[in-house]
């Protein structure tokens, strides 16, 4: 199969998973329920090792599962999170919100390797933490995909400071009441 044909089923998806009609974070998080995040399986981070989940515990933690030759990834949440790490800079500054994307490849394993990932980050001017995904011999979707449970890309998560899923979304979505949630638990007393 070649790069365009998955390039457009990777669109197809995206636009199925965009076509959802927009709800309120707090109508969101009744479709997936609320559960414990599952740690991340990580074989190489770029612009610095991020941890996980059981690292991570006091904070918020935004992900974006992405691919580098996602369209959506490069229209939808790539944009998001770089808005997001401005809105939030001060709130990361403090150690407060942790922002991670992990590159999760299913599709053109070949083409989306780690050196082709370095270059897109440099050329994006991404300064967050990547993690690469890791791959189990005969599985073709990597090992986080699989615990996360998602269902192409983009998918971004949000956790929550005491390691709880709180809103899990396939494709484009209403950003502002997903940012309005991740104020309220930045404010939130860790339980």
Not at 12 to 41: D, E, F, N, Y
Not at 173 to 190: C, G, N, S, W
Request: net charge positive; glycine share 8%; aromatic share 8%.
């Amino acid at each position: 199969m070649d790069r365009s044909l998955l390039s457009r089923r990777s669109l197809l998806a995206l636009t199925a998973g965009a076509l959802v009609a927009p709800q309120a974070a707090g109508a969101q998080q009744s479709l997936i329920g609320i559960r414990k995040a599952p740690q991340w399986a990580i074989t190489e981070w770029i612009n610095g090792d991020a941890g996980n989940i059981d690292t991570l515990q006091g904070k918020v933690i935004v992900i974006d599962f992405f691919q580098l030759w996602c369209p959506g990834c490069n229209k939808f949440s790539g944009p998001l999170m770089n808005h997001w790490q401005k809105v939030f800079a001060n709130d990361i500054e403090a150690g407060r919100m942790v922002m991670v994307k992990i590159h999760t490849v299913f599709e053109g394993h070949n083409y989306q390797n780690p050196s082709r990932l370095r270059d897109y980050v440099k050329e994006k001017g991404i300064t967050m933490s990547v993690g690469i995904d890791a791959h189990e011999d005969g599985q073709r979707v990597p090992v986080t995909m699989r615990r996360y449970r998602t269902s192409g890309t983009p998918e971004m998560a949000v956790i929550d400071k005491n390691g709880l899923i709180r809103f899990q979304q396939f494709g484009g979505f209403e950003y502002k009441p997903v940012e309005d949630m991740i104020r309220a638990l930045i404010q939130k007393t860790h339980a």
